[in-house]
């Protein structure tokens, strides 16, 4: 396809500014973007007709992209189910709808609980946030986001009527818990930089003026979450930065009892604590810790009753595995499950509550553990899924150890046996052998002639677990090898993993990234001269350095709403979410810090004019993320470093409703993976 001349290239106005840290001068022409407003915005639209005009070529790609993404979701779509004392629920697609009703079993058949398809209509976004039915099931705790901000609306819902209670909190986070006798809900509240800082306790059908302020963090670093145990007899709240965590129990029998720390805090210490009933009548807490263990390992403690209790009560159930990450402990009346990563792979480790260091055999499975509520349960049910394979659904039963398949995610016209998954390993600049994913078609070979798109991340510990993507099919159709690199920074391989790839760290997650598509280029599986590169967020941090650093690398760079003006946003103590990053990134006002983050920041180290590929960048206006401005003033620097290459550089930005990861609905986020996708096609063409 030829691209039509482009018209108009946008040309962001210089502001003369200059940061001077540390004895170093920073010159930032548009810092003035951070200051937001009309001016900004009228920007952001000239960069975004820039982006429609440029791409007019390929809406017919998009269009038929999209079509054969759509055709792969079912017109109707139902969830496993979860039980619970008196319904089973569920989530339940209308044909042809964007969004999932949540629906129960009754006497009668079943009912919409919540009708998420009307609540959504008219909406340019929509996203749920708590959806938590109270123990006696007869009120629902709901809340909504309808611009993308992350700041949800909370409401209740009588579930005998079906009726919105008059009381609503206008402004809260993810997470929620009910007490025991289901009058009280427990919810979070962010502040004006985004730090959900609050536990807040509402009586449900009283004003919400009268709602009472159950626990706050001060510490700017730290950011608090409530839950409910699956016993019914506690509630968990726990704040945590990057390295360290307190955790605090709540009778869920009397809220007016607690919050008690569990181990107190210690810097450098995280710790997270289930409730548990044990078979001899007593209860205890079970304390998944870093304390003296990397990859972490489980402890009892008592409850705490009265008062605070520091770690001294720990006692140590199961120790450390240099080779397995413990990652949380989920207590049931027969058992406990352990939730672990080996080899790569998310496991979960059946235990009896008398010998916690036990499980093998049949009591383990690889996958992930779905809702599964009630906690005299006797089966649990696990998810498995690939890159390749829709998701199923299986019952897993404690005594026996028999699987049943009993759900399967539904794909029309797709044959999971047309591809093919595999893993390989590939060393980076430091030796340290890197895994790769690489999927694609059978009928792709692996002889250096095809394109490839590599994807990576590499930040926090996250592991983008395999799932099912109706989207990625239609890459791997036209011959494109698809490759997930697992690169450090990421938890695919434990805790030691992640810490190789952070702070003083960090290069080796770019320097992963590169080793990939150069070790699919040395080994002679894909096209050297046509391998591109995506990412989001911190991923998108990941592709302005490989961008910068390797510019000859790439046919094309994806970088989604990139986090690119490090040094200047971590020094920006303003902007939400900066000091709970430091732990992360690295905290600038001290001189060996910032001097690493300036040696990879993408806006700070732009690359030579004439060396670069071709670039898509996105952003939204809502996003409170990585604020709009970051990727604005990026890409405003790399046009007017190379004007001859500014063509080549397009940024998709949402200038209305729109998220962190872009625009919500199952059908309107495929449209936005369609586009992605064929710029990404007529690149590697």
């Not at 998420?116 to 946030?129: C, K, P, Q, R, T």
């Not at 026996?400 to 797709?414: I, N, Q, Y």
């Not at 394109?451 to 989207?471: K, N």
Request: with cysteine; charged share 25%; proline share 7%.
């Amino acid at each position: 396809m030829t691209a039509p001349p482009p018209v108009g290239t946008p040309e962001a106005p210089q502001t003369p500014f200059e940061h001077t840290e540390h004895g170093v001068s920073r010159p930032d022409p548009y810092r003035w973007m951070a200051d937001g407003g009309d001016r900004l915005l009228t920007h952001l639209e000239a960069e975004r007709a820039f982006y429609d005009t440029s791409t007019s070529h390929l809406r017919d790609l998009a269009a038929q992209l999209d079509a054969e993404m759509v055709a792969r979701v079912p017109a109707e779509e139902t969830s496993p189910r979860w039980q619970r004392a008196r319904h089973w629920y569920a989530t339940s697609t209308p044909a042809g709808a964007e969004y999932a009703n949540i629906v129960r079993g009754t006497a009668d058949g079943q009912e919409t609980v919540l009708d998420v398809v009307a609540m959504a209509a008219g909406a340019d976004y929509f996203e749920l946030g708590v959806t938590l039915v109270s123990p006696d099931e007869d009120v629902l705790a709901h809340s909504a986001d309808r611009t993308g901000d992350e700041v949800y609306e909370l409401r209740f819902r009588d579930l005998r009527t079906g009726a919105d209670l008059d009381e609503v909190v206008p402004r809260t986070y993810y997470s929620g818990a009910w007490s025991a006798d289901s009058a009280w809900f427990f919810y979070t509240v962010h502040d004006d930089a985004y730090r959900p800082f609050q536990v807040r306790r509402h009586r449900v059908g009283t004003p919400v003026a009268d709602d009472v302020l159950v626990l706050e963090e001060p510490d700017e670093r730290f950011e608090v979450q409530v839950r409910g145990t699956r016993s019914g007899d506690c509630i968990v709240i726990w704040s945590e930065s990057n390295t360290t965590s307190e955790c605090w129990v709540v009778d869920a029998h009397d809220v007016t009892r607690g919050p008690w720390s569990v181990g107190g805090r210690r810097d450098g210490v995280r710790y997270h604590a289930e409730h548990r009933r044990r078979p001899d009548g007593g209860t205890d807490l079970l304390v998944v810790t870093d304390h003296d263990a990397v990859e972490s390992r489980l402890m009892t403690a008592p409850v705490p009753d009265g008062a605070d209790q520091d770690a001294s009560v720990w006692v140590e159930a199961r120790a450390e595995s240099r080779w397995q990450r413990l990652l949380r402990a989920d207590a049931f009346a027969g058992c406990v499950l352990l939730t672990v990563r080996e080899d790569g792979e998310r496991r979960l480790v059946r235990v009896p509550h008398d010998d916690l260091a036990g499980g093998h055999g049949w009591n383990e499975m690889d996958g992930d553990l779905l809702r599964s509520p009630q906690y005299d349960a006797t089966s649990v049910l696990v998810l498995e899924e690939s890159w390749i394979e829709p998701g199923v659904a299986i019952s897993w039963d404690f005594e026996s150890g028999l699987l049943d398949r009993v759900w399967r995610e539904e794909a029309p016209g797709h044959d999971p046996e047309r591809y093919v998954s595999e893993r390989r390993t590939f060393p980076s600049a430091d030796g340290t052998e890197v895994p790769a994913t690489l999927v694609r078609h059978k009928h792709t070979p692996l002889d250096g002639t095809a394109p490839a798109l590599v994807y990576g991340y590499g930040s926090y510990e996250a592991v983008d677990e395999p799932a099912w993507d109706p989207a990625l099919p239609s890459l791997l159709d036209r011959g494109v090898v698809w490759v997930y690199a697992h690169n450090r920074g990421g938890g695919e391989l434990g805790r030691r993993w992640y810490l190789d790839g952070k702070l003083a760290n960090k290069q080796h997650t770019f320097d992963d990234q590169i080793a990939v598509a150069d070790g699919l280029a040395r080994d002679g599986l894909v096209d050297p001269a046509r391998i591109a590169t995506r990412g989001l967020s911190a991923g998108g941090l990941l592709q302005g350095a490989v961008f910068s650093q390797r510019p000859d690398r790439w046919r094309a760079v994806v970088a989604e709403v990139p986090f690119v003006d490090v040094v200047s946003t971590m020094f920006d103590a303003s902007i939400p979410l900066t000091i709970t990053e430091w732990d992360e990134w690295g905290d600038p006002r001290k001189k060996p810090e910032f001097d690493w983050m300036l040696a990879y920041s993408p806006y700070d180290n732009v690359p030579a004019a004439g060396t670069r590929p071709d670039l898509l960048v996105t952003g939204a206006v809502h996003d409170p993320r990585v604020m709009v401005h970051e990727p604005a003033k990026w890409v405003a620097r790399l046009r007017e470093t190379d004007p001859e290459w500014s063509p080549r550089c397009l940024f998709r930005v949402e200038t209305g409703a729109g998220a962190h990861v872009g625009p919500s609905g199952r059908f309107g986020h495929l449209a936005y993976e369609a586009e992605v996708y064929a710029w990404v096609l007529d690149r590697l063409a």
